[in-house]
């Protein structure tokens, strides 16, 4: 049973889970490199964490990628050093599969245990308790997580007995939430180019084989010009830069994931990175000079 | 109040249209090239449609394209001839926006009224009276088609008073499911190259961000290794070929579109055009040698 928890890592994922562990009652400490993130978790609960702060029975580490996991939890100022023996590694970032059973080794020479568990969701849903995680690892490392796991989340998909089956479950998620995101910008372009009311076929589209759940929870962004940012387009030129790279090890090749992502690496390119990533709409229609809500 | 209707065109969508016709009480005459088409009919309701057939007050087209839309309805042999006076034509096909425009006008000027009617749902909703509607027209057409609409379908999305915008929204629909199954092929030959159990993908990916209704439809058939078409190959290099050159003519490029349809020209190259769509994962997988479920 976990009492003591540190998250390293307070985006707009970390915060909300680490919120969400102080409401559960457990102790929080965390880290960010952004004070102001700090000061947010001591606000609601939690605490800072730095080199004197107790050791932990679970660290949970929710940074942007596979440098980030790896500095964060085995630099040289790694948190994995503030984990008692025994303790478990929560796994939280986009990362390859071979990435995922890499970290799972390194943890276990030291004596520690890992989850490979990314999470789903959205910040709104971690600030909420209530993810989803992909997760996979060890039978004893999910014992260890259980009481962290049931703070965070709503649904924990137990994939396997080892590390990289959780991070492959993501990575196929991230292909098609990436794809069906850059094919609902073209779809509404193509409709505002039809002069098409475009709340009208979110409608129509919500009830027919078009339909996604990407293109419902998104459309409304750019029905109502709203471009601020849930995620972001660079999320997806990470995500899906990360899929074309496990399939590329695979040899498998991607055409469609592929288009998709030199879309958000366009659209980012173009001044648009941090903007919503609804906003690959504005990219796409920009291209025709098609006027989107807003005159976007 | 339509009594009389005849049907032009009994493939997979029209004979399931004219029998739920039969089954809601009109009398029904029903053409098809294939003469088993028009026995199919005949045991199940409806009657042959030939030049001696008493006149109908609605005309239902469902044709494979624009250019057999314009020779069924118009051509030397074309059945608008047999609909009386101020009676109402149905176009059904895909078609581009300007073709139903240009239909309508050509109805109009036989004195006859025309409903933009695209229709979404498949063989089994088409057979049991249960397809979606995307419709435009003339209030009168729509009032025209009243009972006949009833007979086909669940929903009438009822989306303007000329026709053009049914088809666009139609194209659009088509769009978003064309580039999903794509999507989920590629997310199945991804996953399959993991070593992720299919099954087990289907099961987190349908509660999870990136599930889409295509993918829900459709991953049970590769995971089934069934690919006996409902939807085929074909039909897709059709409707995305139609929605590319629509937006050719918008100048608007759609990249993920543009290159969905090139996966399923080389599918269909490569001899699997009338197969099931989900066979799309077949092409994609073999590329890089990927075994899925049934050794394909």
């Avoid at 970390?14 to 102790?27: I, Y």
């Avoid at 690892?137 to 965070?152: Q, S």
Wanted: glycine content about 10%.
């Amino acid at each position: 049973m976990v009492q003591i928890v540190h998250f390293a890592g307070l985006g707009s994922m970390g915060l909300g889970m680490a919120q969400s562990a102080a409401k559960a009652g457990l102790t929080v400490y965390g880290f960010d490199p952004d004070a102001r993130r700090v000061e947010m978790l001591a606000a609601s609960g939690g605490q800072a964490l730095d080199r004197n702060a107790p050791k932990a029975s679970a660290l949970v580490c929710v940074v942007l990628n596979a440098e980030q996991t790896k500095e964060a939890l085995f630099g040289p100022h790694g948190w994995a050093d503030l984990v008692e023996p025994g303790g478990v590694i929560l796994g939280c970032a986009t990362v390859a599969p071979d990435v995922a059973r890499a970290l799972e080794t390194d943890a276990e020479a030291r004596g520690l245990l890992y989850l490979d568990a990314p999470i789903s969701g959205g910040a709104a849903k971690a600030a909420q308790g209530q993810l989803s995680v992909m997760a996979s690892g060890k039978p004893a490392a999910f014992d260890r997580a259980a009481n962290v796991l049931d703070a965070i989340a709503q649904t924990v998909h137990r994939l396997g007995d080892n590390a990289g089956t959780g991070s492959a479950m993501k990575a196929v998620n991230q292909l098609l939430a990436g794809v069906h995101i850059a094919a609902m910008g073209e779809a509404l372009s193509f409709a505002a180019s039809q002069n098409l009311d475009l709340a009208r076929v979110l409608d129509v589209i919500k009830v027919s084989a078009g339909t996604s759940w990407m293109f419902e929870n998104r459309a409304p962004h750019v029905i109502d010009a709203d471009y601020a940012p849930r995620s972001a387009i660079d999320i997806w030129s990470k995500d899906l830069g990360i899929v074309t790279d496990i399939a590329a090890a695979a040899g498998l090749p991607l055409p469609v994931t592929e288009t998709a992502l030199v879309q958000y690496r366009a659209a980012s390119a173009a001044g648009l990175g941090r903007e919503d990533d609804a906003a690959i709409t504005k990219h796409i229609a920009g291209r025709a000079s098609i006027c989107l809500p807003g005159g976007g």
